[in-house]
């Protein structure tokens, strides 16, 4: 079992920025195998999309449209992911999702809302 905790998530006018965090607890040997966590959303009436993740080893993967405004990095010792978020467009309003994967296994957290007004 692992568990994910977010923060970071609320209110921000378009252009401020907004840092996510989210960090991972449980089984330890398996926090400790090949993994990704990453950060999904989805907006209302949308699909859930992925906005970016990173491996274990530091590899990232970015959505098109968050490129050059968002940097995901993590933190291996504390199990610990984060979404530097700059920037910021009302198009960006969604339900951030924290999620860990492994090989066999997944998991993902509650859910942080992010609001970008105009």
């Known amino acids: 079992q692992v568990q994910l905790v977010e923060s970071g998530g609320g209110l921000v006018q378009a252009g401020g920025s907004l840092r996510l965090s989210c960090a991972a607890s449980g089984n330890i040997f398996r926090l400790n195998t090949m993994n990704t966590m990453g950060w999904y959303r989805q907006a209302p009436g949308k699909q859930r999309e992925l906005v970016a993740d990173i491996t274990r080893g530091g590899s990232t993967n970015y959505a098109d449209s968050v490129k050059g405004r968002f940097t995901i990095s993590r933190e291996n010792a504390r199990n610990t992911v984060y979404l530097q978020m700059n920037s910021l467009k009302p198009e960006d309003t969604a339900i951030y999702y924290c999620?860990?994967?492994?090989?066999?296994?997944?998991?993902w957290g509650q859910g942080t809302q992010v609001t970008v007004s105009s």
């Open positions: 999620k860990w994967t492994g090989s066999n296994y997944d998991y």
